[in-house]
């Protein structure tokens, strides 16, 4: 077995190490499916490695493989900041040095992620490249028909900070007087993030929902990528609320099956949702997680769904054209070939 994977070693040009784990949770590591899709984990006779932010690619790994010549690239989504983390730099101490030192190429997700990082990990020297989340457009795509049941609103993805739900469920009495029947999907994974008075646990959130007092909640667990275009059409618009977020997966997944987005108006998502959502105009904060009021989050739903026709269209048109999968793919193609050759 070995000797035939060391002869496929010889023929095929570009072998890509990540580190792929199935069953991972998180952004990150939907990322990471993405890669393994089209260039499969090479866990041996690697000559290039593909390090992403929040997946913690282990440094001493890097740093050899670099002196036996692998070409090592850095994609930098995120990092952290001390908006989320008081010790944000020893969060950071395995991204900085890929980044900073390391990298012979930097896929940055967002502009944001490149502000972000020249920020709070420092200065790099490697050729870089924009390159947004990329989504399957022919697999989430709109709802095929208008249904006919009550107004929805979706809140998705990992649900481990308590400011992404706690404006928008406090704020749901007050949709209902103006979208009477409206309903909420809470979708994604509930886990604690063990953050102290942000932590999202599970005995939390039922403690609010029964003391704001709104019923017509339905929860999804943790689902996979093939199940989630079925999520997003059940619903009529998405409300991502997380401070300073960077360029989530979530945000590309609903706009691509035609749902607006209601935002913070903070971090990387104004710029990838453009003109195709509401911002609740949150300021930009580095330093401390800022919360929208209910109310700023009622009058945004409000307004979505006043228009949820045409920012639904733009939000497909905005997808369809800037987070390509086929793009995605040959970007990297062309990096990779670059490096290896």
């Given at each position: 077995?070995?000797?035939?994977?060391?002869?496929?070693?010889?023929?095929?040009?570009?072998?890509?190490?990540?580190?792929?784990?199935?069953?991972?949770?998180?952004?990150?590591?939907?990322?990471?499916?993405?890669?393994?899709?089209?260039?499969?984990?090479?866990?041996?006779?690697?000559?290039l490695?593909?390090?992403?932010?929040?997946?913690?690619f282990?440094?001493?790994?890097?740093?050899?493989?670099k002196?036996?010549?692998v070409?090592?690239?850095?994609?930098?989504?995120?990092?952290?900041?001390?908006?989320?983390?008081?010790?944000?730099?020893?969060?950071?101490?395995?991204?900085?040095?890929?980044?900073?030192?390391?990298?012979?190429?930097?896929v940055?997700?967002s502009?944001?992620?490149?502000?972000?990082?020249?920020?709070?990990?420092g200065?790099?020297?490697?050729?870089?490249?924009?390159?947004?989340?990329?989504?399957?457009?022919?697999f989430?795509?709109?709802?095929?028909?208008?249904?006919?049941?009550?107004?929805t609103?979706?809140?998705?993805?990992l649900?481990?900070?308590?400011?992404?739900?706690?404006?928008?469920?406090?704020?749901?009495?007050?949709?209902?007087?103006?979208?009477?029947?409206?309903?909420?999907?809470?979708?994604?994974?509930i886990?604690?993030?063990?953050?102290?008075?942000?932590?999202?646990?599970?005995?939390?959130?039922?403690?609010?929902?029964?003391?704001?007092?709104?019923?017509?909640?339905e929860?999804?667990?943790?689902?996979?990528?093939?199940?989630?275009?079925?999520?997003?059409?059940?619903?009529?618009?998405?409300?991502?609320?997380?401070?300073?977020?960077?360029?989530?997966?979530?945000?590309?997944?609903?706009?691509?099956?035609?749902?607006?987005?209601v935002?913070?108006?903070?971090?990387?998502?104004?710029?990838?949702?453009?003109?195709?959502?509401v911002?609740?105009?949150?300021?930009?904060?580095?330093?401390?997680?800022?919360?929208?009021?209910?109310?700023?989050?009622?009058?945004?739903?409000?307004?979505?769904?006043?228009?949820?026709?045409?920012?639904?269209?733009?939000?497909?048109?905005?997808?369809?054209?800037?987070?390509?999968?086929?793009?995605?793919?040959?970007?990297?193609?062309?990096?990779?070939?670059?490096?290896?050759?």
């Amino acid at each position: 077995m070995k000797f035939f994977q060391l002869l496929k070693s010889f023929v095929t040009p570009i072998r890509v190490h990540h580190g792929y784990q199935k069953g991972a949770v998180g952004g990150p590591f939907v990322k990471l499916q993405r890669m393994n899709d089209f260039f499969p984990d090479w866990d041996r006779y690697y000559n290039l490695i593909y390090a992403v932010s929040g997946c913690d690619f282990p440094v001493d790994r890097i740093v050899k493989a670099k002196k036996r010549g692998v070409k090592i690239v850095c994609h930098c989504n995120s990092c952290w900041h001390p908006a989320y983390a008081e010790e944000w730099r020893n969060k950071n101490r395995f991204l900085e040095p890929v980044h900073n030192e390391l990298a012979d190429f930097i896929v940055y997700g967002s502009e944001q992620a490149r502000l972000g990082a020249t920020l709070f990990l420092g200065k790099s020297v490697a050729p870089w490249e924009k390159i947004y989340n990329a989504v399957d457009t022919d697999f989430f795509v709109p709802r095929s028909n208008e249904s006919d049941r009550p107004p929805t609103i979706l809140a998705a993805g990992l649900q481990n900070i308590r400011h992404r739900l706690e404006p928008l469920i406090r704020a749901m009495p007050m949709i209902e007087r103006e979208l009477p029947g409206v309903r909420l999907i809470i979708a994604g994974k509930i886990k604690s993030a063990g953050a102290g008075d942000w932590d999202c646990s599970e005995d939390w959130l039922m403690g609010l929902i029964e003391e704001v007092g709104f019923k017509n909640i339905e929860f999804i667990p943790q689902y996979q990528q093939s199940e989630a275009p079925s999520i997003y059409q059940r619903a009529d618009l998405l409300v991502h609320l997380k401070h300073m977020d960077w360029t989530p997966n979530v945000v590309a997944e609903a706009m691509a099956c035609g749902l607006p987005i209601v935002h913070m108006g903070n971090g990387g998502v104004p710029e990838i949702v453009k003109e195709a959502g509401v911002s609740l105009g949150v300021a930009t904060d580095w330093e401390k997680i800022q919360v929208p009021t209910p109310r700023a989050v009622a009058d945004g739903v409000v307004k979505a769904f006043s228009e949820k026709k045409i920012l639904g269209e733009i939000a497909r048109e905005i997808a369809a054209g800037e987070f390509s999968l086929r793009r995605w793919i040959e970007r990297h193609q062309t990096i990779f070939e670059k490096l290896v050759n």
